[in-house]
């Protein structure tokens, strides 16, 4: 008894200190990172190594049986990974005031968090006109829809390599070529923000980049002109004019 006693000190402390890294870990969680895949909740990481694949999977109470049926059997040696949430987990995020309905703002948001430059701009080049922009991201890097909207077109397509065609509200459509892998299936209702495909260099490409084009009733028009303003896009970038 009296040796048992002297434990509880330390499981006191042990205990505080897992509360409170769980809490610490889910402060940096927003609404653009509530996931769906599948018609599970959860969130995409990108695995770089086991300890931290273990560590969202018991932050977010996750089941390992949900993550193999969700990511295949050898999942960890995906770059990409769905984790899904824990019932506990999403009460928790509801009692946090994280809201998880659809964002029904006009906005558009960029396909690819955290890009750091786009290498080609609406607009003439050297080969003839592009219809849309490229964004070079790491192979196996989520893409997530820019709006809401329904799934037209996923599979291969020549010289596009794996293409996503979302239908929008008011004629517009998005497109997304060039995955490794493909998300989403045709006739899929999608929200903005989630996960669609994963970067990759399918059809024409010379790297791993993502091709972005957004059209109105089937005509090509400049992404920028829709999506939120970066620093990280050239001022030249947004001042090429079309057809001068
Ligand atoms: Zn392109």
New binding site residues.
Partial sequence: MKLKMTFIPFIVVFLIFLSFSAASAAEKIDNEKIQTFRGVKGRWIHSDGKDKLKYYISVYGADYSDIVNLNGQNYARNSSIFIPFSEKYIMYLKEKGCSMEEDNGEQFLWPIRNFDRIT?AFGDRFRGF?????IPAGKGIPIVAVQSGVVKISKFMEGYGNTVWIEHRKNFTSRY?HASELLVKEGELVRKGQVIALVGSTGNSTGH?L??EIRCCGVPLNPLDFLPYSSRVKESQYMKTVGK
Avoid: P
């Fill in positions: 080609s592009h219809v849309g922009i490229d070529c980049h091709h972005l």
